[in-house]
Nanobody
Framework: QVQLVESGGGSVQSGGSLRLSCVAS????????MGWFRQAPGKEREGVAG???????FYSDSVKGRFTISQDKSKITLYLQMNSLKPEDTAMYYC?????????????????WGQGTQVTVSS
């Protein structure tokens, strides 16, 4: 019983910032991880950033230092603050949940997905 709804995507110029949000309806008492993934046209979906229910964060090397994942105190909304955006960050961004909380960004580890929000960065 998990529902994930992303928002916040848009078009920005290189060097700009965006903040993505993922509103989560989660009905479980067990620990879980949440993550942000992205998929560019013609490319495989890749992990961007992850977050566990006690606040541990992990990032892909391509976004480390530029993106920050966080969660509000109510644990309802997951955020991805994206700074210093580059054209290669252009993709559909997805919020996802791993009910086993494996603390990694493997696409197949995450069984629940949102519908995605588009991010376009122009040079």
């Amino acid at each position: 019983q998990v529902q994930l709804v992303e928002s916040g995507g848009g078009s920005v110029q290189s060097g700009g910032s965006l903040r993505l949000s993922c509103v989560a309806s989660i009905y479980t008492d067990t620990p879980y991880c949440m993550g942000w993934f992205r998929q560019a046209p013609g490319k495989e979906r890749e992990g961007v950033a992850g977050f566990d229910s006690v606040g541990t964060t992990f990032y892909s090397d391509s976004v480390k230092g530029r993106f920050t994942i966080s969660q509000d105190k109510s644990k309802i909304t997951l955020y991805l603050q994206m700074n210093s955006l580059k054209p290669e960050d252009t993709a559909m961004y997805y919020c996802a949940l791993d009910s086993m909380c494996r603390l990694r960004l493997g696409v197949t580890d995450y069984g629940y997905w949102g519908q995605g929000t588009q991010v376009t960065v122009s040079s």
